[in-house]
């Protein structure tokens, strides 16, 4: 049976714990000049209906690193741009691919893309998720910290995809979460709740607040995202720049944290607005390597949805 990442929830506990010892693992072996060409003769297709420097290079390069083949398909370039439905596309890709990566608005056109489609669908963000993205956030602080038992992680700013993703994933992975966003810009309620749900079995603290100075305090990892999403750039721009003032991520707020916090962002930034540039740049910030291990976890995903013994691969 195929499978598919559309959403963090996908996974379990277990299943992330391998992705990272094969990140881990990959990218030793990349440092070492060890050959893993383990999907050589398979074929990735990439479509992309928004823009994308990290996301887009990291799987091409990954694909390529593990000995398969990336198309890059602009979305605009397809008959789907055209009218050609969803389910219609889901059959030719199978047809031709071995698995997708798709980036679009909406996470409801992924979903019926995954059930039609007998590939492997991966989801590279959607208005309401960022699946891969959290997954190296969680695995960079695994690797800088050793684990993540007891992380405390505060995401200050837009309840979007990626504070929707980081609700799944802190949930999933038995963490501490603290989400501060102003009124009217908080996470998918619906996810909120099952986020809340899951963290009753795994021993998770999931919490929702205004306030970014609470929502710091005692943490371990300050994460932010930009306040203007793709998408959100014609019609909303200013209401949010009014919105978001008071939850930068700056040297003010930055205080209020342990003097080793960790600051992350998934990038691409807004210095002065999101957060400052003494932040992303300063001493604590950790984005260039959480940035390029965006490449590790995906190669780890790529196997363990890509090749149907990848855990006798890598045991
Ligand atoms: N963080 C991230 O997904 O970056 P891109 O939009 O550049 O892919
Ligand atoms: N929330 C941002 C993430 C970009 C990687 C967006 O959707 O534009």
């Known amino acids: 049976m195929k499978r598919d990442l559309l959403r963090v929830a996908d996974l379990n506990r277990t299943d992330i714990e391998w992705l990272f010892k094969v990140a881990a693992r990959l990218k030793k072996e990349?440092?070492?000049?060890?050959?893993?060409?383990?999907?050589?003769?398979?074929?990735l297709g990439m479509v992309f209906h928004?823009?994308?420097?990290?996301?887009?290079?990291?799987?091409?390069?990954?694909?390529?690193?593990?000995?398969?083949?990336?198309?890059?398909?602009?979305?605009?370039?397809?008959q789907m741009s055209r009218g050609e439905t969803v389910a219609d596309t889901a059959r030719i890709f199978s047809r031709y691919l071995d698995a997708l990566v798709i980036?679009?608005?909406?996470?409801?056109?992924?979903?019926?893309?995954?059930?039609?489609?007998?590939?492997?669908?991966?989801?590279?963000?959607?208005?309401?998720f960022h699946p891969c993205q959290i997954l190296a956030d969680l695995?960079?602080?695994?690797?800088?910290?050793?684990?993540?038992?007891?992380?405390?992680?505060?995401?200050?700013?837009?309840?979007?995809?990626?504070?929707?993703?980081?609700?799944?994933?802190?949930?999933?992975?038995?963490?501490?979460?603290?989400?501060?966003?102003?009124k009217g810009y908080e996470p998918d309620s619906e996810v909120t709740a099952s986020a809340m749900k899951i963290a009753e079995k795994s021993g998770?603290?999931?919490?929702?607040?205004?306030?970014?100075?609470?929502a710091v305090r005692g943490a371990?990892?300050?994460?932010?995202?930009?306040?203007?999403?793709?998408?959100?750039?014609?019609?909303?721009?200013?209401?949010?720049?009014?919105?978001?003032?008071?939850?930068?991520?700056?040297?003010k707020l930055l205080s209020k944290a342990k003097s080793d916090v960790m600051?992350?962002?998934?990038?691409?930034?807004?210095?002065g607005e999101e957060i400052s540039a003494e932040a992303l740049d300063g001493p604590n910030s950790i984005v260039w390597d959480e940035a390029e291990n965006r490449l590790h976890i995906q190669k780890a995903i790529l196997l363990m949805l890509m090749r149907g013994d990848a855990k006798t691969l890598y045991p």
């Open 30 to 43: 990349r440092i070492e000049g060890v050959s893993h060409r383990h999907l050589e003769g398979k074929t």
């Open 50 to 78: 928004k823009s994308s420097t990290r996301t887009r290079i990291s799987f091409e390069v990954g694909m390529v690193q593990l000995g398969g083949h990336p198309i890059f398909l602009e979305g605009k370039r397809l």
């Open 103 to 128: 980036r679009t608005y909406s996470q409801a056109e992924v979903d019926e893309l995954a059930s039609v489609a007998t590939i492997p669908v991966i989801n590279a963000l959607t208005d309401m």
């Open 139 to 182: 695995f960079t602080i695994a690797e800088k910290r050793g684990s993540l038992d007891g992380v405390r992680v505060a995401y200050v700013g837009d309840g979007n995809n990626v504070a929707n993703s980081w609700l799944l994933g802190a949930s999933i992975m038995g963490m501490s979460l603290c989400v501060a966003t102003p």
């Open 204 to 214: 998770a603290k999931i919490a929702t607040m205004t306030d970014p100075v609470e």
């Open 220 to 251: 371990d990892v300050i994460y932010t995202d930009t306040w203007i999403s793709m998408g959100q750039e014609d019609d909303q721009a200013d209401e949010r720049l009014v919105a978001f003032e008071d939850y930068r991520v700056d040297e």
């Open 263 to 271: 600051v992350m962002h998934c990038l691409p930034a807004h210095r």
